[in-house]
């Protein structure tokens, strides 16, 4: 059907020898092999911590690794300048709800041309990276938000860790005194903004193709009764989810909606006891989260040799082997469904991260490369709505009819 | 510059005699006037005009992150434009420029001129003051947004721990949709004190003493002598500082960005902000392209007086 695809299927075909003795050299440890010459260019927004991983996965695929790690704010636009001048790295991590947009764009390769699939890992996973039927990410781990709480305030206060909207309500409002609030979340006019919302809004079954409809509006009028009861300070509304953790560390906040990335700073940090759960639904049933996580892509290079390699390694970033290691580097939940069970047994603090994953969505499961614009829209109508400018079900309505 | 180029060369021509000699030497001179100028015009047309250019085609195409890999930017008229126009957020934006940048000038000008004429007096320490003043300038945008932002912070900012200790209850400086733009002017008007106070310093410099001698032996003085010297004096130097801080307010993001993002609610977006999520952010570089244009016309127009006013002043 298309030319390209068919040419590319032929390479992989025509380059399996090729693999397979590369396959046999890193296993049988000689030098030799066809592509164990190559150096695969890899970009990202990670740490040097990542390099490591890199290295394990370049050894089992022979290949050698050149690592870029650029500013995360400046990915996007630094990929769009090499898409244009055809200088993308071989091996590209993407915030994965980018990876629909940029594969929009032609400028990544389906990995299902390399054999490569999303058996076996959580099913968000697939919906985030897959663009008109093909995949073109793997996320070898992910992450979501849950509710942490301090159970030293908690267990003062004689209250239990939060399962429904009512519960969270009446704890919210029974930790707050003095100083301290009894809940936090980010409400920021960014996509981070958006990001903490959805689970209200998702769980309480909004949806982002219409978003003024009676469930969301019920969500955000929840959002706001906790602003409201100050429970939930009004700087919300200003904090990025760095704040929020600040907020909770300080002891100024005795619960808080963050992801599993804070776990270093929040073990760092002196006489604080904290645990988590998942977001509270109205009804308990299970929260739908949003689906985090970074995913691996392989650039359309025009070099076919490399490309395959590049697949290779995303495939070994990919394995349950692999996603245990890079949780236990990163503190996020391997997205393979067996192998996050288990790590969720040896490391109780991303249990609930774990649980929530499960039943998470993915942003761009349902807009694709649109979502950007529905999640505009998304934290406009929470800003309106918590400063009050407009009351839940208007400022909902306002926002989706705003044309940009 | 180009103007006396180019009536050089024009003038070339028609002094040239019959002269075969004489008028390989004019050419020569001509060859030699164009290379003169030709770094400005490579420069300019570069750095300047290219992108100026790109940004108005830009305008009027679909240009997407699709665009950088494909090439494909298909022409869509005036549809960004209509969009533009269009949003509600527009003409919000509008009026939070115009806010903003008559706030800003306005306050950094009396301020920055206040303090120019009180350190006109020498007084033990005032060289060290002055140059204490210059600090709000020297300091990275960013890093002093994000120091304004925990200082501005309702619950445990340091502002409103001071106001609390007299009884004023915590200000909702950037929390609040009314407020959060008082609170940005206020911070860009602490930016741009230094650069008022300076060159309005140095405009004071420049007026002769004899002028207030002379003037005193007259009966004027203090207020009088203000009015009837020293503004006359500094006018021009006057009209530069506001044309130059209007331009450069005009295209302000950072410190917006770094404060409030913009929000809330979108209650301090301006051109310059909103111009910059659409093309950074939601990716839309046709709309993002279509507003910088509209703050393109508006910077022009106060350029265009720059010029006006600074010939107008090299004249007299």
Redesign the interface.
């Known amino acids: 059907m298309n030319p390209i695809r068919i040419i590319a299927a032929a390479a992989a075909v025509a380059l399996v020898p090729v693999a397979l003795t590369a396959c046999s050299s890193g296993s049988g440890g000689g030098g030799g092999g066809g592509g164990g010459g190559s150096t695969l260019t890899i970009e990202d927004y990670y740490q040097a911590s990542y390099d490591p991983i890199y290295q394990t996965c370049a050894k089992q695929v022979g290949a050698k690794v050149k690592i870029n790690h650029v500013a995360g704010a400046g990915l ?2 630094k990929v ?2 090499q ?2 001048s055809r200088t993308l790295p071989d091996v590209l991590m993407l915030d994965n709800p980018d990876v629909q ?2 594969a ?4 990544l390769a389906p990995l299902n041309d390399y054999g490569l699939n999303a058996d076996g890992l959580v099913p968000a996973v697939k919906a985030a990276n897959s663009y008109k039927g093909d995949l073109y990410g793997l996320e070898p781990v992910t992450n979501s938000i849950a509710l942490y709480y301090n159970k030293k305030l908690l267990s003062d206060a004689g209250v239990t860790p939060p399962k429904t909207w009512d519960e969270l309500r009446a704890a919210a409002k029974k930790l707050t005194s003095g ?1 301290t609030y009894g809940f936090a979340m980010s409400n ?3 996509y981070e903004g958006t990001w903490q919302f959805l689970p209200f809004f998702w769980s309480n079954g909004g949806d982002e193709k219409d978003i003024a409809t009676p469930q969301a509006t019920q969500a955000l009028q929840f959002v706001l009764d906790l602003q409201n009861d100050g429970a939930m ?3 919300s ?2 904090w990025a989810q760095a704040d929020v953790d600040n907020q909770f560390i300080a002891g ?1 906040a005795a619960m808080m909606i963050n992801g599993p990335w804070q776990l270093p700073s929040l073990n760092a940090a002196k006489g604080l006891e904290f645990d988590s759960v998942p977001i509270p639904t109205r009804t308990g049933d299970p929260t739908v989260a949003p689906l985090g996580g970074e995913a691996f892509t392989v650039p359309q290079t025009r070099d076919k040799d490399r490309m395959k390699l590049a697949a290779k390694f995303v495939g070994c970033l990919s394995s349950a082997k692999m996603q245990t290691t890079i949780a236990g580097v990163t503190g996020n939940v391997p997205t393979n469904e067996s192998a996050a069970d288990e790590w969720a047994k040896s490391h109780p603090q991303v249990a609930s991260f774990v649980t929530t994953v499960k039943t998470a969505r993915a942003r761009t499961g349902e807009l694709g ?1 649109d979502w ?2 529905a999640a ?1 829209k998304i934290y ?1 109508a929470v ?2 709505a ?4 407009a009351a839940p079900s208007a400022a909902l309505q ?1 926002a989706q ?4 | 510059m180009t103007v006396s180029a180019r009536a050089g060369v024009a003038a070339g021509p028609l002094v040239a005699s019959g002269r075969p000699g004489r008028s390989r030497a004019r050419l020569a001179s001509g060859v030699t006037r164009w290379l003169f100028i030709a770094p400005a015009v490579v420069f300019v047309a570069v750095f300047f005009g290219y992108p100026v250019v790109k940004n108005v085609l830009m305008s009027f195409q679909d240009y ?8 494909e930017a298909p022409w869509v008229g005036l549809a960004n434009y209509a ?2 126009f ?4 527009f003409t919000t934006t509008l009026v939070n420029t115009a806010l903003f940048t008559i706030g800003s000038i306005v306050m950094q000008f009396v301020i920055g001129l206040g303090l120019a004429l009180f350190f006109r007096r020498n007084f033990p320490l005032s060289g060290f003051l002055r140059g204490l003043l210059l600090l709000p300038w020297l300091l990275p945008l960013i890093a002093s947004s994000a120091v304004w ?1 925990w200082l501005l ?4 900012g340091a502002i409103n721990q001071f106001l609390g200790l007299f009884g004023v209850p915590a200000v ?1 400086w ?4 009314g407020l959060a733009l008082v609170a940005v002017i206020g911070v860009n008007i602490w930016l741009g004190i230094p650069f008022n106070t300076t060159i309005l310093y140095s405009g004071l410099q420049s007026v002769p003493p004899e002028l207030y001698e002379a003037a005193s032996l007259d009966g004027a003085t203090g207020v009088k002598a203000f009015r009837y010297v020293t503004w006359p004096s500094i006018r021009s130097v006057v009209s530069v500082v506001i044309v130059l801080g209007i331009v450069y307010t005009l295209k302000v993001v950072d410190i917006i960005l770094g404060l ?8 301090t977006q301006t051109l310059a902000t909103n111009a910059y999520h ?1 093309s ?5 570089f046709g ?1 993002g392209a279509a507003i910088s244009n509209v703050l393109i016309v508006v910077s022009f127009l106060f350029a265009v007086v720059y010029i006006s006013i600074s010939r107008k002043a090299a004249d007299e």
């Open positions: 996007i636009a769009l300048q898409a244009s947009q940029i929009a764009s032609g400028a100083k920021i006019n960014t300070s009004k700087s509304i200003n100024k490369p950007p614009k505009t406009t800003q309106l918590l400063t009050g400018k306002q009819s705003q044309s940009q | 997407t992150t699709r665009t950088f890999f494909t090439g969009q533009t269009g949003s509600a957020v932002k912070d309702q619950d445990s909702p950037l929390v609040s949709p409030t993002g913009g929000g809330p609610a979108n209650s659409q950074f952010v939601n990716f839309e709309i």
